[in-house]
């Protein structure tokens, strides 16, 4: 399986709810990324977990609440979102550790692999 | 932290013609260059990466160009075709071994339309 996968694709949600998203992979890959991307917009880095544990927090509301049960999956809790929070929201895997410079593309650690996304809409 | 900037933010070509994308960064540390292509409504896809050991690499009618000396790095695209059409993105990762390793630093973008 070389691929990352996302549910659900589509959400929309009230300020007042409380949504999840889900990002699987079955590549090995023992670090996971969650970035937001506005239209038109570069991804923006969130969140990364590095064998299961948060290594990076770029200063999110706490509104977002990032999970890493195991080494395959990925969540991401939403609670009492601002309708500026409408956007993409992609996961992401790689190898962690140090970036290898012997390894030809798709197989060496460093490279990130983003799923799908999930177009979420607050109103 | 890093800083990218990408140019052009919007590239129209004829099919056929080669189209180049250029992206600076800041970082001298910085030793991995990949470059994404995102179609509308979908996943940015890795299309090319470079390292710093190395200064050119080339996949099919893709290349990319690493000059670390002068912190840019370019990607061409030959006989272009429409379905190249997309927005192209540059990124920068960090070097081996910091606390931010796995970080990627993305430009703005590139819009590049390929007219048949």
């Known amino acids: 399986d070389t691929e990352v996968t996302q549910t659900p694709k589509h959400l929309v949600m009230g300020m007042t709810n409380k949504k999840s998203l889900k990002c699987e992979q079955h590549m090995g890959h023992r670090a996971m990324y969650w970035y937001k991307q506005k239209a038109k917009k570069p991804p923006e880095l969130m969140f990364v977990y590095s064998y299961e544990k948060l290594s990076i927090n770029e200063s999110v509301p706490s509104r977002f609440s990032p999970e890493c049960p195991n080494s395959s999956l990925l969540n991401l809790h939403l609670h009492a979102l601002q309708p500026e929070d409408s956007a993409l929201y992609l996961c992401?895997?790689?190898?962690?550790?140090?970036?290898?410079?012997?390894?030809?593309?798709?197989?060496?650690?460093?490279?990130?692999?983003f799923g799908p996304g999930t177009r979420l809409t607050v109103l | 932290g890093e800083n990218v900037e990408q140019h052009p933010s919007t590239l129209s070509v004829q099919e056929g013609d080669s189209a180049v994308i250029k992206c600076t960064y800041s970082d001298s540390a910085s030793n991995y260059f990949p470059w994404y292509k995102q179609e509308l409504g979908k996943r940015p896809q890795l299309i090319i990466d470079i390292r710093s050991n190395v200064g050119e690499k080339k996949d099919q009618r893709i290349a990319v160009t690493l000059n670390k000396t002068a912190k840019h790095f370019s990607l061409h695209i030959t006989e272009t075709q429409p379905e190249d059409s997309a927005v192209y993105f540059c990124?920068?990762?960090?070097?081996?071994?910091?606390?931010?390793?796995?970080?990627?630093?993305f430009g703005q973008g590139t819009i590049l339309t390929v007219h048949p």
């Open positions: 990124a920068v990762g960090p070097n081996a071994g910091g606390t931010s390793y796995g970080k990627l630093t």
């Open positions: 992401a895997s790689s190898h962690p550790g140090l970036i290898s410079t012997q390894a030809g593309p798709g197989r060496g650690v460093g490279e990130q692999f």
